[in-house]
């Protein structure tokens, strides 16, 4: 679908056809599934994929027993947040919202993120509101959010963002497709950055929009040690990736300084060293605009409680 043909609308029987919702899931069995009956119960009746990554606890055959509705991709390999890619490649909609394991969204969230994206046709990406079960908190992610810095067009339905939470947004597919989706070479862990900053490049916007809820409730079935390991990795990839020289280099400093000094770090630093040849192969600068909203963010990045690396 191109940004001037029209969207489908809602069908009769009140199934909203524009939103597919793609979730992505590891050896969290019973979690997916409650994930699952969370999103069958939508008003919205989205068509949803699973992309199982890998998982040795029965989660395919219980999601295939228990969900025949739901599309189910069973990987024989743990693909990480390329797994998204290959769920996005299933669906025809012109929108598609991600889905954590652990996440679920509020009833009415995915039909008012279509219509937002209806009327903004520019519009990529559109990051909810993140509520922390139990308890219903605010994440400590959302004032950030909120009070982004980063300045972005003036039709805009909410503030301006320079990256975004895959498990809490609703996406254009028409803009995934043509940055590429999620990079391989990350696999998982603040691979939304990279994807941000080429759709910024290709004059794509993004935005909070805190009519969106989504709930997360953190999975204790995770390796937090490979999380951080990875996380510190990556975001020197993508810094190193898209980032004019001074700025770059700023941030490497200040993630150096700032992260815990253990072997843990030192792995994911010599991690991120060892990728140094293809990351100077592939290298490619943020024109300015795109550039701007990633230095709007410098300050936040350094004062933040929401984005330490830490286990």
Known sequence: MTATQPAPSVTEAGRDARVAVVVITHQRRDEVL?????LRALPEQPHVVVVDNGSTDGTAAAIAERFPEVELVASPENLGAIGRNVGVARVDTP???FCDDDTWWDPGSLRTAADVL?????LAVVTARILVEPGGREDPIVPELRDSPVRGADW???PALGSFLAG???LRREAFTEVGGFSERLWLGGEEELMAGDLATAGWELCYLPELTVHHQASTARDPHKRRRDGIRNTLWTTWLRRPLRPALRRTGHLLRTVPRDRLSVLGVLDALRGAPWVLRER???PPHAEARFAA??????TSTARRYVS
Request: no cysteine; net charge positive; aromatic share 4%.
């Open 95 to 97: 929108y598609v919202a």
């Open 297 to 302: 963010l410098e300050h936040a990045q350094r």
């Open 156 to 158: 805009l339905p909410g």
């Open 168 to 170: 809490a947004s609703v």
């Open 118 to 122: 209806d009327a903004h046709p520019r």
């Open 284 to 286: 490619r600068v943020l």
């Open 34 to 38: 409650l994930a699952l009956s969370r």
